[in-house]
């Protein structure tokens, strides 16, 4: 039996936000769990938290069992009587094969709840902490068994974050790290791994570094506040400002974090800024003031940003710290590259990794920008990474050289105001590029959709396409706001322009790929089944949600997804507006793979490689014969097929690949 396999009971041993989360998603996934803290009205609050986020959940179509299922799963523990840990709680941890601990960022009290863990639990169980600021080794150090004693650092809240860290101790074995990286993986979750114990782990390392540059550059006099959330949000392409981002998860939890992975070690030069918020208690959303002012505390209204406000910044030093910072943690050895970008798309909501941001901008240019940041203001932490200077002398520069972080086809973009086209010749990628909207698809993007497609028909060195979304959503389904005050005939004609966009891609006379790289919701669906082949990451979300605003896909879905699942399983998915993950639309045959979310892009690519090798009459006569058959009667497919298959034997692909096939080597079609 694997180490996973013998977790059957878990103990998550604090019911604050992070524990009462982590304890549902432990549920969800079938475990059965102790939900330990310090009072009854305590637990209360959280297990009527975790019912109404059941309910949230079942409402979506994204729980798979009732509501008082995972609940039947869930057992309260009080954990501390008169400051002295309890029976029923000792007897808890004896039955259980983990714990998870989410108490309070105070290194004492871990040490003494590890300690008495340790003392009750079996040989067998493993020990996690869901601390994101502390040592995992100085925790550790309470118990007699440090080899599995493990960092399992959740994202908020935990239901809907789908990264985990995964931190190795100085003496955590790699049993340990490889159960709880596969427990991770049961959960649900991306899990990444820290090889070594630094202060902040990855994502708020690289967070640390973004949000200081952010603040100082407002402290410096350099741009306000505004215009720095604008270059954030419009030319980062981030989900959300860097102030706006503090504003919403609270400026103090950011402020203690950082002032706790200081005291480390992290090397950082803080800003005043966060210090003077925190002091004042203005401490964002929550307080109703933080750099932003909102209408009362805990009530959220996104801040008014203009495009325009962030023309003028220089984005380039927003980003430069963070890739130093990725340098430095991949030159230590404390993560991998995949596991870095990996960590921040997924726990910050980066439309793409740390390295690509790196590799587009160049690395010449991130090495001279610290430089300069460095001058002007003498703090070391600015020093240009040594990995990153080595790149440099070896002419490692990004995308411009082909090389950088990553290696690259010779690449051509060119931007729309949707979507973006890059032409990474034999292969041409359309991005749908509107990740502040989730991709939402538009009559403009429509438009431009269908141009694109045209220009790249008549190239014939272009032999596939694939089609993605930028950010977090492949995408997530029409722009309703555009349907504000239309009439049914105005919604006709859209209808009919999407179908045709649609068509025009089923009926491509050149092989499409879809590439889902997270919510492929309505129109979105739409679209990438009208593709050839769908590849999905494991964090995609796919479905027809349109019964809930009321009416039905209007862009080939009531069509195009019987004929892909089935005419029940396609009623089912219309009827409830449910969302399904990837994994369960792999199993119904909606999509044809499913690969983690840092592969996708490569295993895309490797997929048009290797069709753009084949002979592109042949592909299109075999997607014709294919396609066109099963919307007729067998009798017709069967004569399109013979016809075109004598047809293809007066090309001259034919010739070529007979005559390969015959000198033994690979044949070099030209679509003649």
Same mark, same amino acid.
């Given at each position: 039996?694997?180490?996973?396999?013998?977790?059957?009971?878990?103990?998550?041993?604090?019911?604050?936000?992070?524990?009462?989360?982590?304890?549902?998603?432990?549920?969800?996934?079938?475990?059965?769990?102790?939900?330990?803290?310090?009072?009854?009205?305590?637990?209360?609050?959280?297990?009527?938290?975790?019912?109404?986020?059941?309910?949230?959940?079942?409402?979506?179509?994204?729980?798979?069992?009732?509501?008082?299922?995972?609940?039947?799963?869930?057992?309260?523990?009080?954990?501390?009587?008169?400051?002295?840990?309890?029976?029923?709680?000792?007897?808890?941890?004896?039955?259980?094969?983990?714990?998870?601990?989410?108490?309070? @960022?105070?290194?004492?009290?871990?040490?003494?709840?590890?300690?008495?863990?340790?003392?009750?639990?079996?040989?067998?169980?493993?020990?996690?902490?869901?601390?994101?600021?502390?040592?995992?080794?100085?925790?550790?150090?309470?118990?007699?068994?440090?080899?599995?004693?493990?960092?399992?650092?959740?994202?908020?809240?935990?239901?809907?974050?789908?990264?985990?860290?995964?931190?190795?101790? /100085?003496?955590?074995?790699?049993?340990?790290?490889?159960?709880?990286?596969?427990?991770?993986?049961?959960?649900?979750?991306?899990?990444?791994?820290?090889?070594?114990?630094?202060?902040?782990?990855?994502?708020?390392?690289?967070?640390?570094?973004?949000?200081?540059?952010?603040?100082?550059?407002?402290?410096?006099?350099?741009?306000?506040?505004?215009?720095?959330?604008?270059?954030?949000?419009?030319?980062?392409?981030?989900?959300?400002?860097?102030?706006?981002?503090?504003?919403?998860?609270?400026?103090?939890?950011?402020?203690?974090?950082?002032?706790?992975?200081?005291?480390?070690?992290?090397?950082?030069?803080?800003?005043?800024?966060?210090?003077?918020?925190?002091?004042?208690?203005?401490?964002?959303?929550?307080?109703?003031?933080?750099?932003?002012?909102?209408?009362?505390?805990?009530?959220?209204?996104?801040?008014?940003?203009?495009? @325009?406000?962030?023309?003028?910044?220089?984005?380039?030093?927003?980003?430069?710290?963070?890739?130093?910072?990725?340098?430095?943690?991949?030159?230590?050895?404390?993560?991998?590259?995949?596991?870095?970008?990996?960590?921040?798309?997924?726990?910050?909501?980066?439309?793409?990794?740390?390295?690509?941001?790196?590799?587009?901008?160049?690395?010449?240019?991130?090495?001279?920008?610290?430089?300069?940041?460095? @001058?002007?203001?003498?703090?070391?932490?600015?020093?240009?990474?040594?990995?990153?200077?080595?790149?440099?002398?070896?002419?490692?520069?990004?995308?411009?050289?082909?090389?950088?972080?990553?290696?690259?086809?010779?690449?051509?973009?060119?931007?729309?105001?949707?979507?973006?086209?890059?032409?990474?010749?034999?292969?041409?990628?359309?991005?749908?590029?509107?990740?502040?909207?989730?991709?939402?698809?538009?009559?403009?993007?429509?438009?431009?959709?269908?141009?694109?497609?045209?220009?790249? @028909?008549?190239?014939?060195?272009?032999?596939?396409?694939?089609?993605?979304?930028?950010?977090?959503?492949?995408?997530?389904?029409?722009?309703?706001?555009?349907?504000?005050?239309?009439?049914?005939?105005?919604?006709?004609?859209?209808?009919?322009?999407?179908?045709?966009?649609?068509?025009?891609?089923?009926?491509?006379?050149?092989?499409?790929?879809?590439?889902?790289?997270?919510?492929?919701?309505?129109?979105?669906?739409?679209?990438?089944?009208?593709?050839?082949?769908?590849?999905?990451?494991?964090?995609?979300?796919?479905?027809?949600?349109?019964?809930?605003?009321?009416?039905?896909?209007?862009?080939?879905?009531?069509?195009?997804?019987?004929?892909?699942?089935?005419?029940?399983?396609?009623?089912?998915?219309?009827?409830?507006?449910?969302?399904?993950?990837?994994?369960?639309?792999?199993?119904?045959?909606?999509?044809?793979?499913?690969?983690?979310?840092?592969?996708? /892009?490569?295993?895309?690519?490797?997929?048009?490689?290797?069709?753009?090798?084949?002979?592109?009459?042949?592909?299109?006569?075999?997607?014709?014969?294919?396609?066109?058959?099963?919307?007729?009667?067998?009798?017709?497919?069967?004569?399109?097929?013979?016809?075109?298959?004598?047809?293809?034997?007066?090309?001259?692909?034919?010739?070529?690949?007979?005559?390969?096939?015959?000198?033994?080597?690979?044949?070099?079609?030209?679509?003649?």
């Amino acid at each position: 039996m694997s180490g996973v396999e013998k977790i059957k009971k878990i103990a998550v041993v604090g019911a604050g936000t992070m524990g009462h989360g982590i304890a549902e998603v432990a549920a969800m996934a079938g475990y059965e769990v102790y939900l330990a803290d310090i009072s009854d009205e305590i637990l209360k609050n959280a297990l009527e938290k975790i019912r109404w986020s059941l309910s949230k959940l079942s409402e979506k179509g994204q729980l798979r069992e009732t509501v008082d299922a995972v609940m039947a799963r869930i057992k309260p523990v009080v954990n501390l009587k008169d400051g002295k840990y309890t029976e029923e709680f000792a007897a808890a941890l004896k039955d259980s094969d983990m714990m998870i601990e989410a108490i309070p @960022e105070r290194l004492d009290l871990k040490q003494q709840l590890f300690k008495f863990a340790d003392e009750h639990m079996p040989e067998h169980a493993i020990l996690a902490t869901n601390t994101s600021s502390l040592p995992i080794t100085e925790i550790a150090a309470a118990t007699k068994r440090p080899e599995r004693v493990v960092g399992m650092h959740f994202f908020n809240p935990p239901p809907l974050m789908p990264l985990v860290e995964i931190i190795k101790g /100085e003496k955590t074995s790699d049993e340990t790290v490889k159960t709880v990286y596969e427990l991770a993986k049961k959960f649900g979750k991306q899990p990444v791994v820290v090889k070594k114990d630094v202060p902040g782990f990855i994502v708020n390392r690289i967070l640390a570094r973004f949000l200081n540059e952010a603040c100082w550059m407002v402290a410096r006099g350099q741009a306000s506040i505004v215009e720095v959330d604008s270059a954030v949000r419009y030319k980062l392409g981030f989900p959300m400002g860097a102030f706006e981002l503090a504003d919403y998860s609270g400026i103090d939890v950011f402020y203690l974090v950082f002032q706790a992975m200081i005291e480390r070690g992290f090397k950082i030069t803080g800003c005043p800024l966060f210090k003077e918020k925190y002091e004042k208690k203005e401490l964002g959303m929550k307080t109703g003031k933080g750099f932003y002012e909102y209408p009362a505390p805990g009530k959220y209204v996104r801040p008014k940003i203009p495009k @325009e406000a962030g023309e003028k910044v220089d984005h380039v030093r927003l980003i430069a710290p963070s890739i130093n910072e990725a340098a430095w943690l991949i030159r230590n050895e404390v993560a991998t590259l995949e596991d870095i970008d990996k960590a921040v798309m997924l726990g910050l909501g980066w439309p793409k990794g740390v390295s690509d941001y790196a590799d587009e901008i160049g690395i010449d240019v991130i090495v001279e920008t610290l430089k300069k940041l460095k @001058e002007e203001t003498g703090f070391e932490e600015y020093e240009p990474d040594p990995l990153l200077v080595k790149m440099v002398e070896e002419g490692r520069l990004g995308r411009k050289v082909g090389k950088g972080f990553k290696e690259y086809r010779p690449v051509e973009e060119i931007k729309k105001e949707t979507i973006l086209i890059r032409l990474e010749k034999p292969i041409a990628w359309i991005i749908l590029n509107r990740p502040e909207r989730l991709n939402a698809i538009s009559p403009k993007m429509i438009k431009e959709l269908g141009e694109a497609l045209d220009e790249l @028909e008549e190239m014939e060195d272009v032999r596939v396409v694939i089609l993605t979304g930028a950010g977090r959503a492949f995408s997530a389904g029409a722009d309703v706001t555009a349907f504000a005050g239309i009439t049914p005939v105005k919604a006709a004609i859209f209808s009919r322009r999407f179908q045709e966009l649609t068509l025009k891609i089923e009926y491509y006379t050149k092989p499409v790929i879809a590439a889902l790289n997270g919510y492929t919701l309505g129109g979105g669906l739409e679209i990438a089944m009208s593709a050839d082949f769908r590849i999905a990451s494991e964090t995609a979300m796919l479905g027809q949600p349109e019964i809930n605003l009321g009416f039905i896909p209007g862009a080939g879905g009531t069509q195009r997804l019987s004929r892909l699942v089935g005419r029940a399983k396609a009623k089912e998915l219309i009827y409830t507006g449910d969302m399904i993950p990837a994994t369960e639309a792999y199993k119904i045959g909606l999509v044809e793979k499913v690969v983690p979310p840092e592969r996708l /892009e490569q295993e895309a690519r490797a997929f048009a490689l290797k069709l753009a090798e084949k002979p592109p009459l042949a592909l299109m006569a075999a997607k014709y014969a294919v396609n066109y058959g099963l919307e007729s009667n067998i009798w017709a497919g069967l004569a399109l097929e013979a016809s075109e298959f004598g047809l293809l034997f007066s090309t001259e692909d034919v010739a070529e690949g007979v005559s390969a096939f015959l000198s033994k080597r690979k044949p070099q079609f030209k679509g003649r």
